[in-house]
């Protein structure tokens, strides 16, 4: 029986990981959930069925000695709560962003590393079946030119917690829902190295207006891009480009989506399709289904880190090393927008 603690007691704790926690109660006793709010970890507690609420991490981390630790607080605090977490003896799987600048997710991983623990970040779209099924299809795809990788909202600036404050956050819809499509198209090559980035980013958006599909927010305190607009060069030949927005003026509401243009077929994540020209004419060489499925992909993804915990393995999880990988990337995407100039990662 491993004990789980949560730290931050908010709205994916409850709705993604307590809930798969919960689903495993023979193997996983929920112990104890830290928030910095007192009254809000205790309400957490008594709503989850959980042992203890602390308001002091070092405490419950000298008390509890947790085997596992789920990371659910704002970006600005990964860092710090990851490694106070792994230096205790906690295998840990941290919600996205890795951390808020690729020096601190480096010193999470290598902190994982010297301890011995697992590091995993909830990257759930790399496990939904669409991704799987794509990911399978690649060797049909031939040498991938070009990877399209989208997470667009025409108007979804989030009107709660911290999404629109960037020392809190590290960003807006890059570091929020554009990095889990960086992710998805990078595993689907096998994490290959990026050479440079270029990116443009906008702003102004967010500071006119106060409303949208995902409730209000105070434009006098929006300090993220409106939307970022990059290409990634990798090693290899190949280009990523990566389009992502809060707030852009486009037809549709919203998009998630990875299309790929490889030498031999082609290829869409949502819906899982593949695709290539028969002397003009298209012919389908694969497809897994005609829409999104509505199985939770962060199922899967705690699966995999759960079981990694108990095999010791961590093949099939998003690593630390990844993160670290994916937060450089994201830390010069960030920098080459400010500087209007590409940015060189090796």
Known sequence: ?????????????????????????????????????????????????????????????????????????????????????????????????????????????????????????????????????????MPKMGKVDLIEAKALRRSGVPGWGNFISKDIQGGGPLIDIGIHMLDTSLYLLDYPEVQRVSATAFHGMGNSRNTGTFGEWDPNKYSVEDSLFGMLYLKNGSVIRISTSFLLNMQIEKEMNILIYGQNAGGSVYPAWVYQDNNGVLKTLGERSKKKTDEDSHMTSLSKFVDATFSRGDSEIANATQGYKLQLIIDALYQSAELNKDVNLY
Not at 111 to 130: G, T, W
């Open 1 to 137: 029986m491993k004990k789980i603690a949560i730290i931050g007691a908010g709205q994916i704790a409850e709705k993604v990981h307590v809930k798969y926690y919960a689903s495993r109660a023979s193997e996983l006793e929920l112990s104890a959930v830290f928030d910095v709010d007192i009254d809000r970890a205790k309400n957490f507690s008594e709503r989850n069925n959980i042992k203890n609420a602390y308001s002091d991490i070092d405490k419950m981390l000298e008390e509890v000695k947790p085997d596992i630790v789920s990371i659910c607080t704002p970006n600005a605090f990964h860092h710090e709560l990851t490694i106070k977490a792994l230096k205790a003896g906690a295998d840990v799987i941290c919600e996205k962003p890795p951390a808020l600048q690729a020096s601190d997710a480096k010193e999470m991983r290598d902190v994982a590393e010297s301890n011995h623990k697992i590091l995993a970040y909830d990257f759930q779209h790399r496990f939904s079946k669409e991704t799987k099924y794509i990911k399978s299809m």
